[in-house]
């Protein structure tokens, strides 16, 4: 068996206002929509958007937390930041090796977008 890509599926109460907030705000990018469920996309992450009237499986709104490895970390901070991204843990160095901010969606979804940075020297 070999695995080729996986999505993340996060699940939404407004179905539109969480795809309009995913790429206006978040910048991520459309894939493709199916009812109230949706593929987006930022380079070779993909993650899937579920409404409430989805009638596939149904997990809690909010329960999602997803870790997303990426460049550049201070320039899409401050992008999301001017975007007006809910930011509910500012950019900083953290004592695990990483360089991360996190993002909520409004129904509390957490994405964490982080760097790793060189360990500090003891």
Do not use: W
């Not at 975007?83 to 509390?108: K, Q």
Request: hydrophobic content about 40%; glycine content about 8%.
């Amino acid at each position: 068996m070999k695995a080729f890509s996986s999505a993340t599926v996060i699940h939404v109460s407004d179905f539109k206002s969480a795809l309009d907030y995913y790429t206006r705000i978040l910048g991520f990018t459309f894939d493709f929509e199916f009812g109230e469920y949706a593929g987006l996309f930022i380079d070779e992450v993909f993650i899937h958007i579920s409404g409430s009237e989805n009638p596939g499986r149904k997990k809690p709104t909010g329960s999602a937390h997803l870790c997303i490895d990426i460049d550049q970390v201070d320039e899409h901070y401050q992008r999301l930041t001017e975007n007006g991204a809910i930011i509910s843990v500012t950019l900083e160095d953290r004592v695990y090796g990483m360089r991360d901010f996190a993002v909520d969606d409004p129904d509390g979804n957490t994405l964490v977008f982080g760097q790793a940075i060189a360990p500090p020297i003891l």
